[in-house]
């Protein structure tokens, strides 16, 4: 499967903002979904995780009733609405695909096999 990012941007703190990541080449709702974030001089961490449906989800602790992320299956496309944005938010984020759910619900990027070429993200203060 390949993957395409958008959405990414400039946006002042408290700001909102969506990413989208279209899937092509294989059948979408047969992958589960990673957005990642990448700072400058970090790893990159898992931000968010969605399922085959749009059920069950998984959020780092940070972004936890900031961010969304959601899935349409029709159209082949993961988003992640990012609202009252922090400058600590900063960074590349990647969609990423696994036809396998990470064991224990534990996102890791070691764990998804497909990755979409990243999104800069910058949050000013």
Same mark, same amino acid.
């Given at each position: 499967?390949?993957?395409? /990012? %958008?959405? #990414?941007?400039?946006?002042? /703190?408290? @700001? ?14 047969? $992958?589960?979904? #990673? ?5 400058? #001089? ?5 931000? /968010? #995780?969605?399922?085959? %449906?749009?059920? %069950?989800? $998984? ?16 159209? !082949?496309?993961? =988003? ?13 984020? $990647?969609?990423? /695909?696994?036809?396998?759910?990470? =064991? @224990? !619900?534990?996102?890791?990027? !070691?764990?998804?096999?497909?990755? @979409? ?9």
């Amino acid at each position: 499967v390949q993957l395409q /990012a %958008s959405g #990414g941007g400039l946006v002042q /703190a408290g @700001g909102s903002l969506r990413l989208s990541c279209v899937a092509s080449g294989d059948t979408f709702s047969n $992958y589960v979904m #990673g957005w990642f974030r990448q700072a400058p #001089g970090k790893e990159r961490d898992v931000v /968010a #995780g969605i399922k085959w %449906s749009n059920v %069950s989800t $998984y959020y780092q602790d940070s972004v936890k009733g900031r961010f969304t992320i959601s899935r349409d299956n029709a159209k !082949n496309t993961v =988003y992640l609405q990012m609202n009252s944005l922090k400058p600590e938010d900063t960074g590349v984020y $990647y969609c990423a /695909a696994d036809r396998v759910a990470p =064991y @224990g !619900n534990r996102w890791t990027s !070691n764990g998804m096999d497909y990755w @979409g070429k990243g999104t800069q993200v910058t949050v000013s203060s």
